[in-house]
């Protein structure tokens, strides 16, 4: 019993010494974006830094696509409609222990499957959405999360670095993404998703603990030594 009550203060006290700092910056238009983000570099002590975690969050809302079957013969298949979106930085390295990008691209894309009828007379290149022939998409809203930790030894690397009492950028790319596969005799038509999205970084790190929790240790360990003579 006195081992297992021994790790319970173990896992409680390193838990408990541990602390998070993040920073977010958010981005938003409408069609194809690029830009650049600043955050402010982690001014503490590098000994007592534990890890740095970055996330992406991409979504979408709004927008509309037209399909329409301007061909003789009946089509179906799968359509994509949304927004893909990446980051990088020349400021930071982006990598973790496999020297890979440690966040990939998100993907906030709506999916959903389409069976048209042969073309009904409405004329090539005319967008018609309507039954039989054509469909329309609009307001549907997508989502994606992508995240990953950078390897300890990147944290000083890039032009700037992670750690300073300086800022750094991220730069973000979004665009618009259709896709309906490779179907012969389909036309469409898109008004651009709105785009919503923010850059988070997380720094864990080592801290000082509480009064309470030194307290808890120190009242755990003397339970364990009057444990280990009964």
């Known amino acids: 019993m006195a ?8 896992l409680f006290s390193t838990a408990a010494f541990a602390a998070t700092y993040s920073e ?7 069609g194809n974006l690029n830009g650049s983000l600043i955050f402010n570099q982690f001014n503490g002590s590098a000994d007592n830094l534990q890890s740095i975690c970055v996330l ?9 696509l037209v399909l329409d079957n301007d061909s003789p013969n009946a089509i179906a298949g799968t359509f994509q409609f949304g927004a893909i979106g990446f980051i990088n ?19 906030a894309i709506h999916s959903q499957s389409f069976n048209l009828s042969p073309d009904n007379g409405d004329g090539l290149l005319n967008f018609d959405p309507s039954f039989p022939d054509g469909l ?7 989502i994606d999360f992508k995240w990953g930790l950078v390897d300890e030894a990147f944290w000083s690397l890039g032009g700037k670095g992670f750690l300073g009492t300086d800022t750094f950028s991220i730069n973000y790319s979004v665009m618009q993404w259709i896709n309906y596969g490779n179907i012969n005799g389909m036309c469409y038509a898109v008004s651009p998703a709105a785009i919503d999205g923010s850059v988070t970084i997380f720094y864990t790190y080592e801290s000082a603990p509480e009064p ?13 030594r009057i444990s280990a003579h009964h």
């Open 24 to 30: 977010t910056q958010s981005f938003n238009g409408i």
């Open 89 to 107: 930085s020349k400021d930071v390295i982006l990598l973790d222990s496999s020297y890979l990008p440690c966040v990939n691209q998100a993907y």
């Open 56 to 64: 992406l969050r991409l979504q979408t809302n709004g927008g509309m």
């Open 212 to 224: 309470s929790t030194i307290l808890f240790l120190g009242f755990s360990l003397l339970i364990l």
């Open 3 to 10: 081992k297992y009550f021994f790790l319970i203060v173990v």
């Open 136 to 142: 329309a998409l609009s307001g549907i809203s997508a």
